[in-house]
């Protein structure tokens, strides 16, 4: 079986912007998914786990665009595994347009858990390592974005906090990750989206929220066109980090 596979996608226009531009929460969403296919087809995917009592969990993902796909285009996802370490796996994208030329890049970091315990798992030794068949090397297939960055905040301004509901919740219970891209963007005013929008965004998922738990979005400026935004649940517990840069 190919290690690396494709997957294509129509921009609906109720999938952009006021700019006609796909929202990032929704190609988001096609980066998931082409994730969860590529998993599912080399029997890694959400259903064969559950059997066993095991998930895959999102921990990192940074995104990296010089153009967003626009409304009535036709487009595809090619994801690979870039590597696997013992607790996390590394896995690429590259967002496509329909004559193949690159849109942008993603990086993503993977955990398996087990749903019990919700601790991570040694994925070199689960299931006789066979998740190693699937690697390729960055050397053979380059994802030529940085990889993710470290997070300092000293001290961030609160400018939000909110309420999470129903439409927030995922199948495994808790906050889904793309919404929080989500309630991110929605900190920003209209016109960051028309003067370009958005060249980088990076997201780092540091535990689980739930329906009923208010997050609160605190804003770190780092400069004219960069922001670090940290997410903390009831007050508490960091939920995210993030850091968007707009072009």
Known sequence: MERIDSYPFYVE?????FTGRIFLGVLGNHLLNA???????????????????????????????????????????RTWVDSVMKLFTNRNFAILSAEGKPLGYARSVWAMIDMETRKPCDLLTLYDGDILR????????????????????????LIRTIDTYYSDVDIN???NSIKYIEHILDLFPRHRFEQGGIRRFEIAYKTEAYMGDRLSFYEQVISADETDIEVRKNEGDVVCQAKVCFK
């Open 35 to 77: 994730a969860g296919n590529h998993s599912q087809r080399r029997g890694w995917g959400i259903g064969a786990l559950n059997e066993t009592k095991h998930t895959w969990v999102l921990s990192r993902l940074s995104i990296e665009m010089t153009e967003m796909p626009r409304q009535y285009e036709h487009c595809e996802v």
């Open 134 to 157: 699937y690697i390729v090397p960055e050397e053979e297939n380059v994802c030529p974005i940085e990889g993710h960055g470290r997070f300092r905040f000293r001290e961030p301004k």
């Open 173 to 175: 219970g808790h906050i």
């Open 13 to 17: 226009p109720f999938h952009v912007d």
